[in-house]
């Protein structure tokens, strides 16, 4: 039933009923702070799944902040090292679908994010009939077991578009990953502006392996996709390969390439 929530989450328990979101219903908040969220959910939905659902004050979806997640379990805390430093019972939430509606509890707005993300995997994958959703009734605890959940994208030797790295981050946060690793310099390119060394990106910047189209991102392109890749929880994390790998730097600047050693 839930094999489709991936990863699978920690505690699932069927309730036997069903409850039926139909098209208009509302989405509410118990703060301010998860408006947010809520708004972004539903525009995503709304392109996913073809469910609109709106931001109310009372609604068929209610989302909350709480370090009580009124559940009989609750999953142990998350192991390792943070991207941002967060606590190892910051993801925790309980998914709630009863007949009365959906409601999600997590001890933080990214808790509240990875339940509302389940709460998409439950829909995409629900049966509809004529504008609603029927989803089944069940109460899911969950929290990610490692901190740092990551993929590195090596656009150095294969440059993607800001549009194609925004495209990566959403399947990151589709399944809960929380890190996006950019390796963004080696001896096939560099792809990051820097204002004082222009001819980094312009001659560095201009090619790719095997005759593939160059490029970099400046540094408010940058800025974008940092900012994007926050409002779904994901980290970035460049990675300016230095001192070694330095073809595209000594390319760019010859002057820097070191002289043979005398014999």
Sequence with gaps: MTNFI???P???????GQFTLRFGDSVACATDGLTVLADQFVQELSAAADLRLVVGETGAVRLGISDDLGAETRPP???GLSPTEAGPLSEQYRLTVSSDGVAIV????EAVFRGLTSLRHLIEHSPADGGAVVLPTLEIVDAPR???RGLSLDVARTFFSVDEVKRVIDQLARFKLNVLHLHLSDDQGWRLQIDSWPNLTRVGGAGAVADRPGGY???DEFRDLVHYAEQRFVSIVPEIDLPGHCQAVFASYPELRPSAPDI
Excluded: L, Q
């Design 106 to 109: 997590g001890t933080s707005r």
């Design 217 to 219: 991102y400046t540094a």
């Design 77 to 79: 805390g998350t192991h």
């Design 6 to 8: 991936i990863p699978a």
């Design 146 to 148: 490692y901190g740092w």
């Design 10 to 16: 920690w505690h699932v328990e069927a309730t036997g």
